[in-house]
């Protein structure tokens, strides 16, 4: 039928970073959904949803020196994923899209908890070869305050992956705001403007 249904468990799942030597243990589950249209040479992938459920991912970080543990929890519910152009390139007309209802960070430790919901992103591939992202949402801190932000100019790249413009505004409940400029180049980096003043005494943002 093309529509494939699974779910990809982790038990005690056991990784280490060659670079830092950090064990990361994962435990938990996601239940996923891939749709796709059946042709004579393969699947054409159409959708992809998925779901943590209520208990969503343990990762437990630990340090194999002894150092500090940190235990997270991640969850999230309602990712959809949707292709633009089965079998070929997003365009401005039919971008990809992906939608996220919650997205839940717990720390275990300390029980501090950040959401983001109703987070949105489009993209597609441009005509000079390179691309175009949009994307927007509503962010929380673990003390229940929130903001809302939205790519007011979308972040785009030419066709050799460097960065050409794009900026980000992030908005307070209480009516503040940040934007976030990119700054073109081959390195994703940004400008930063707080309620309408340039943060010059910063440095660029990497």
């Known amino acids: 039928s093309g529509v494939t249904?699974?779910?990809l468990a982790f038990s005690d799942y056991c990784t280490v970073d060659s670079t830092t030597g950090n064990e990361e243990v994962l435990?938990?589950?996601?239940?996923?959904?891939?749709?796709a249209t059946p042709t004579d040479s393969g699947p054409i992938p159409t959708k992809f949803t998925a779901d943590t459920g209520g208990g969503g991912i343990n990762a437990l970080v630990r340090t194999t020196s002894g150092g500090t543990v940190s235990s997270e929890t991640l969850a999230f519910s309602g990712l959809a994923y949707t292709v633009g152009v089965p079998g070929g390139n997003p365009t401005?007309?039919?971008p990809d899209r992906m939608v996220v209802n919650e997205v839940k960070q717990t720390n275990v430790v300390s029980g501090k908890v950040r959401r983001q919901t109703g987070f949105t992103m489009t993209s597609f591939d441009t005509a000079g070869g390179g691309s175009q992202m949009s994307y927007s949402?509503?962010?929380?801190?673990?003390n229940g305050e929130y903001f809302d932000f939205s790519t007011t100019t979308p972040i785009v790249t030419d066709s050799t992956g460097k960065y050409t413009g794009g900026a980000i505004t992030f908005t307070g409940s209480g009516g503040s705001t940040a934007?976030?400029?990119?700054?073109?180049?081959a390195t994703l980096q940004a400008t930063l403007m707080v309620n309408g003043t340039i943060e010059s005494d910063?440095?660029?943002c990497q």
């Open 5 to 7: 249904t699974a779910t």
């Open 27 to 35: 435990s938990g589950s996601l239940s996923f959904v891939n749709t």
């Open 92 to 94: 401005a007309a039919s």
């Open 137 to 142: 949402g509503r962010g929380y801190r673990s």
């Open 179 to 185: 934007v976030v400029t990119v700054v073109p180049g």
């Open 202 to 204: 910063l440095p660029t």
